[in-house]
């Protein structure tokens, strides 16, 4: 018996240490941090401003150079699985064009060319995001190819004009979203309890096999 309650309290001590979240899928995901975009594939005007501890992943255009711009980068999702993504950026544009039609958009891409828009604005004047987005993994059981890429897309809608429209990424991260499960220290009182249980149940047995030896004892010594 006292072998089955350590084996009891250690399994509640790793319920209890359990980890509650996993760790993001994407890499290089803290540009104010690392000051990198070596993780990420890159097409147009894509660059890394700033200083250590305040840089970020900086997507332009224009109409001169680019009117295009993307940093992409596969994600791993596995089925039935709903997932969080979480970006802090900021939008700009450097003119008074009345255009206006600079996009910015946050999508999942697969290789059938599907296309999950999860976020997208209008670069209409200087703006500060913090955006916490959900994949949900019924929207993704729907598509055939599950081998997605998060894309970061910057789009100049017009070639005639002279909008000039920036995207500055300090920080990105893909993460599982927990299932709703009993949390590790109630886990532990649930195990705890079968514990008390099969200790009560354990010392009725005793006592009702202590008192039949008992009477047969004391039938064995009247005869």
Not at 16 to 35: E, K, R, V, Y
Not at 203 to 215: P, Q, V
Request: proline content about 2%; glycine content about 6%; charged content about 15%.
């Amino acid at each position: 018996m006292n072998r089955t309650f350590k084996h009891i309290a250690f399994a509640s001590t790793l319920l209890i240490a359990a980890p509650h979240a996993m760790g993001s899928l994407l890499t290089g995901g803290n540009f104010a941090d690392n000051c990198s975009i070596a993780d990420w594939e890159q097409h147009g005007n894509v660059a890394i401003s700033g200083t250590p501890g305040n840089c970020a992943a900086m997507l332009s255009v224009d109409d001169v150079v680019d009117f295009e711009t993307e940093l992409t980068q596969a994600v791993a999702l596995s089925s039935g699985i709903d997932y969080l993504l979480n970006v802090d950026f900021s939008i700009d544009t450097t003119t008074t064009d009345p255009t206006l039609d600079d996009v910015f958009s946050i999508s999942l891409l697969n290789q059938d060319f599907d296309f999950i828009e999860l976020f997208s604005t209008d670069i209409l004047a200087a703006q500060n995001f913090s955006e916490s987005l959900t994949i949900a993994a019924t929207e993704l059981a729907s598509y055939a190819n599950q081998d997605w890429s998060l894309s970061f897309f910057l789009f100049d809608g017009a070639d005639f004009d002279d909008n000039q429209s920036s995207v500055s990424i300090a920080f990105a991260s893909l993460d599982a979203v927990a299932t709703d499960v009993p949390e590790p220290s109630s886990l532990a009182l649930l195990v705890l309890g079968c514990a008390g249980i099969l200790g009560r149940k354990k010392r009725f047995f005793t006592r009702i096999n202590n008192n039949i030896s008992a009477n047969q004892t004391i039938g064995g010594h009247n005869q």
